[in-house]
Structure formats: C-alpha cells, structure tokens
C-alpha cells in the first residue's frame, strides 16, 4: 500500500462522524437530574417572596453543580420555557384548550390543578420571574384560545368573536382562580364550574345572536 493510499484511508476515517452511545441507564438519569432542577426552581420560586433569584440558587437546591444545570438549561430562558411546560403538566395533561367545547370542560381541571400547586402558581402570579415565564407563552395562549374561539362562534362576527376570545381568556386564568378562592371562598372545583358556567353562557348567548339566515361567513345565505 503507498502514502497515498495510507493518507487516504486515514483522512477518511477522520471524517467519518463519531457515533455517540447512550444507554437507557445515561438517559434515565440525565431526565432524573432534569426533573430535580424543575422542582429546585418550583421550590426556590415558591419560597422566594419576590420571586428573585440567581441560577446558582436552582442549582444548590436540586443538589447539583452549576455546569450540570447549564448542561441541561444553557440559559435562564431556556430553563424557564421547560418549567412553564413542566408545571403545567403537573396542573392538569392539558391546559390549553383546542376547541369551544375545551372551554367548558378544562377549567375544572386546572383550577384543582392551580390549588394542588397553590405555591408555584402564585409565584407565577406575583414575581418578576412568574411574570417573564408568563409572557414568554403568552403568544401561545393568545393562539389556542383563538382557535378555539373561533370553533365555537362560527357566524359570529369578528369582533363579537374578539371580545369573547378577550373575556374568556381573562376567565380560565389563574388570576382568576386566585380571585374567586380569596375574595369568593372558593375551592379550585368551586371556580372552575363557576368559570366554565359563565364561558359557556357567554358563548350561548353570542351563538343565539346570531341571525337565522347567515351563514358561517357571516353573510347572507343565498
């Protein structure tokens, strides 16, 4: 075999992608210590006051170093997006609707939800870094009920549908939730019937506003 040959052989075996293994063992861990920062930021949130805290705090109270939390969450957004989705999935298996009939059903669920997670959820409400978390999937929210909106309100004027979608939204909250459990003394299945009951009037009466003879464009059938 020449030089050549032999450098051929050499470069190409450089080149060829090194495969990585990882065993169910190594990923099962890696979730676990993914988990313990989750909770380690619900439990630095929830005991914080005001909601302030430095990286490092997460890290101490999950029982880790610094650079295995930044392994898993190179930045406080991002750690902040997976724990919005991570409590979320704690408060009930969906929170966002994806139809009208979702807007009757889900508030009941999510607010027993909001109060097995009474803590978090007014941390969520009442810090600067509840706040950041909730704007940070607002354009997600605004989206699903949107949607969902509009699939209950077909024929009801565009801005009919846009106040509704404003209102509902306000609604099935967890501001809400918080308002009728302090000044209503209201449980979270309490709340969330009396939400449901009042989304699904509203809805009623804009359907039934509708005239006879519209279609679901809104105009005139032929």
């Known amino acids: 075999m020449t030089n050549v040959e032999i450098d051929v052989i050499a470069s190409d075996m450089n080149s060829r992608p090194e495969r990585k293994y990882e065993s169910p063992l190594r990923r099962a861990h890696a979730e676990d210590t993914r988990n313990r920062l989750l909770a380690a930021l619900a439990e630095v949130l929830a005991s914080s006051g005001d909601g302030a805290f430095i990286l490092d705090d997460v890290a101490k109270a999950a029982g880790v170093e610094r650079r295995t939390m930044f392994r898993h969450f190179p930045s406080k957004e991002a750690l902040f997006q997976a724990f919005w989705h991570w409590i979320n999935a704690r408060i009930a298996p969906t929170v966002l609707p994806r139809s009208g009939a979702d807007l009757i059903s889900m508030p009941i669920a999510a607010f027993q939800g909001f109060d097995a997670n009474e803590g978090i959820v007014r941390a969520s409400l009442h810090t600067v870094s509840g706040r950041q978390m909730r704007l940070a999937a607002l354009p997600e929210r605004k ?21 509704c979608e404003a209102i509902v939204h306000a609604l099935y909250s967890a501001a809400t939730w918080e308002t009728l459990k302090d000044y209503c003394d209201l449980d979270g299945k309490q709340a969330g019937e009396t939400v449901a009951w009042a989304i699904e009037l509203i809805m009623k009466g804009l359907r039934q506003s509708v005239p006879s003879d519209t279609n679901e464009t809104g105009g005139q059938k032929p």
């Open 143 to 163: 989206q699903a009920f949107s949607v969902a909106v509009d699939d209950a309100l077909a024929g009801v004027s565009p801005r009919d549908r846009a106040r």
